[in-house]
């Protein structure tokens, strides 16, 4: 399997040479060749095994560079129980709907799904491309990527981790988190904006050949673990389909039924990996695109037309707050049946105006696959409050965007085909929200962050996460702040 650009099919590199690049150097992001197509009986199969055979199975289509042994290996110590329990993503039936569970990582966010195994696929990758320079891998985070690569990377050799987060753009145990990182190869700076400026700074950097020349120097090579990374994305595509093969297992459905996805998402790469699953075969009807009040993607993908010209909104699910959807490029490149030129047209447009339109022919085909809704801070409230008082059931704020849309969805087309609602973090990491929802705001007003989770436990009955409680007592060692001009600074003070 080779991958081309996508602004430009002209070179074709490995899945190795993709995942230590990060970006193309066009500026464009790497896709595969082609969709590999995978047997509906392997499907079946996946039913009976466990999650890191269903990944390693999904991963092997794409990266083909890499031996089976060495997607076993990696597979099988990226998702060990130590670090994600039994099942790494449970699906569980809640009320009408399904809960893909993808939080019970080591950071407790959908992330570590992908960035507990792109670290082992990086060591790899660099011996296979023969980079002998430090892997400095640079991270622009709305709250979760930033940890989960920070956890992912610590302690690896050959390489460095550097995250970058909007100054107040994040919960408060995202923050936590972050600037309580141990190891000796991790940084964290914030930024004074919110993420699409930290966002926009990163892709600056990746795209200044001097800055890039000047690391070489010092023996350092840059490289990403947002989703723009092909080794970030392809582990996500393997949850879609271990999804429909618990559906199989629990006999909700028949093998060859198809399934809906409603995915809350901002960056647009988790649910980019159930729309690459559907073209390997994966049997999917509907992918629902769930966006809050940051609704750039909701009204894209309703009217053809991207405009990112609007007032940003903070609300209590951050790591949607996000304005330029960076996995969207790689959509469009498949719905413009592959013309490099017209989506680097596309993306200049909306790099210099804020806004592009795809017009009538790609925009019918967006609508094949895509449906979209938005819920606000107080939809999604009233979902996390009524669903915990029917089911028994505690979401954070992410998930509660997505049940809402899904819920408004299935009403208003009378889809009944079974819905998978995509859970992607701990109610933990917004216990503030979570609490708010449940018991209102006099209940949290007196509290601080950690008493919130401790009334959290007592309400909901769902042990927090250790890790989580332990942010109490931990020192915090990251306390910078710049302004987004001076990031490439900070990335020099971090490799000196």
């Known amino acids: 399997?080779?991958?081309?650009?996508?602004?430009?099919?002209?070179?074709?590199?490995?899945?190795?040479?993709?995942?230590?690049?990060?970006?193309?150097?066009?500026?464009?992001?790497?896709?595969?060749?082609?969709?590999?197509?995978?047997?509906?009986?392997?499907?079946?199969?996946?039913?009976?095994?466990?999650?890191?055979?269903?990944?390693?199975?999904?991963?092997?289509?794409?990266?083909?560079?890499?031996?089976?042994?060495?997607?076993?290996?990696?597979?099988?110590?990226?998702?060990?129980?130590?670090?994600?329990?039994?099942?790494?993503?449970?699906?569980?039936?809640?009320?009408?709907?399904?809960?893909?569970?993808?939080?019970?990582?080591?950071?407790?966010?959908?992330?570590?799904?992908?960035?507990?195994?792109?670290?082992?696929?990086?060591?790899?990758?660099?011996?296979?491309?023969?980079?002998?320079?430090?892997?400095?891998?640079?991270?622009?985070?709305?709250?979760?990527?930033?940890?989960?690569?920070?956890?992912?990377?610590?302690?690896?050799?050959?390489?460095?981790?550097?995250?970058?987060?909007?100054?107040?753009?994040?919960?408060?145990?995202?923050?936590?988190?972050?600037?309580?990182?141990?190891?000796?190869?991790?940084?964290?700076?914030?930024?004074?904006?919110?993420?699409?400026?930290?966002?926009?700074?990163?892709?600056?950097?990746?795209?200044?050949?001097?800055?890039?020349?000047?690391?070489?120097?010092?023996?350092?090579?840059?490289?990403?673990?947002?989703?723009?990374?092909?080794?970030?994305?392809?582990?996500?595509?393997?949850?879609?389909?271990?999804?429909?093969?618990?559906?199989?297992?629990?006999?909700?459905?028949?093998?060859?039924?198809?399934?809906?996805?409603?995915?809350?998402?901002?960056?647009?790469?988790?649910?980019?990996?159930?729309?690459?699953?559907?073209?390997?075969?994966?049997?999917?009807?509907?992918l629902v695109c769930a966006s809050n009040a940051n609704n750039v993607l909701f009204d894209f993908i309703e009217q053809g037309v991207y405009n990112a010209n609007r007032p940003f909104h903070k609300t209590t699910s951050p790591s949607m707050d996000i304005l330029v959807s960076s996995n969207l490029e790689r959509l469009l490149y498949e719905l413009c049946d592959r013309d490099g030129a017209l989506v680097a047209s596309w993306m200049q447009a909306l790099k210099s105006g804020g806004t592009y339109a795809v017009g009538e022919a790609v925009h019918r085909a967006l609508m094949e696959s895509f449906a979209a809704g938005w819920a606000d801070d107080e939809k999604a409230m009233e979902a996390i409050a009524r669903v915990h008082a029917e089911c028994d059931y505690t979401m954070d704020p992410h998930t509660a965007v997505a049940w809402s849309v899904a819920e408004a969805y299935r009403a208003h087309t009378g889809d009944r085909r079974p819905m998978v609602v995509v859970s992607t973090a701990s109610p933990y990491k917004f216990s503030r929200s979570v609490l708010t929802a449940l018991q209102g705001a006099e209940a949290v007003q007196a509290l601080d962050e950690f008493a919130c989770a401790d009334a959290l436990e007592r309400a909901c009955g769902l042990p927090m996460p250790a890790s989580l409680r332990d942010l109490r007592s931990k020192a915090r060692r990251h306390n910078d702040v710049v302004e987004p001009a001076a990031m490439a600074d900070e990335v020099r003070r971090w490799v000196d």
Not at 43 to 48: G, L, N, Q
Not at 251 to 269: H, K, M, R, S, W
């Open 1 to 286: 399997m080779k991958y081309v650009s996508t602004r430009s099919s002209a070179e074709k590199v490995d899945a190795a040479q993709a995942i230590v690049a990060g970006l193309a150097p066009d500026g464009g992001l790497y896709v595969p060749e082609s969709f590999p197509a995978f047997a509906l009986g392997r499907v079946k199969d996946m039913a009976e095994q466990p999650y890191p055979d269903r990944a390693r199975e999904v991963m092997g289509a794409y990266l083909t560079d890499f031996s089976e042994a060495e997607l076993r290996a990696c597979a099988r110590q990226a998702y060990a129980p130590e670090r994600f329990g039994d099942c790494p993503a449970p699906l569980k039936a809640v009320g009408d709907l399904h809960v893909l569970e993808l939080w019970h990582g080591p950071t407790h966010a959908f992330k570590d799904m992908a960035l507990q195994m792109l670290p082992r696929l990086m060591p790899l990758a660099m011996k296979k491309t023969g980079v002998d320079k430090q892997v400095f891998i640079l991270v622009a985070t709305s709250g979760d990527t930033g940890k989960a690569a920070l956890e992912g990377f610590c302690g690896v050799e050959g390489t460095q981790v550097g995250v970058f987060y909007p100054v107040d753009g994040v919960s408060p145990a995202q923050k936590l988190q972050m600037i309580t990182q141990e190891g000796e190869n991790t940084h964290v700076c914030a930024v004074k904006g919110n993420f699409d400026d930290a966002q926009t700074g990163v892709k600056r950097i990746f795209g200044d050949e001097a800055f890039a020349r000047e690391l070489a120097e010092k023996g350092v090579e840059l490289s990403s673990a947002n989703s723009i990374n092909w080794g970030r994305l392809v582990p996500q595509v393997a949850y879609y389909f271990s999804a429909y093969a618990d559906l199989l297992k629990k006999g909700v459905i028949a093998l060859g039924d198809e399934v809906n996805f409603c995915v809350p998402t901002g960056n647009f790469g988790n649910i980019l990996a159930a729309y690459y699953a559907k073209r390997m075969g994966l049997p999917v009807g509907k």
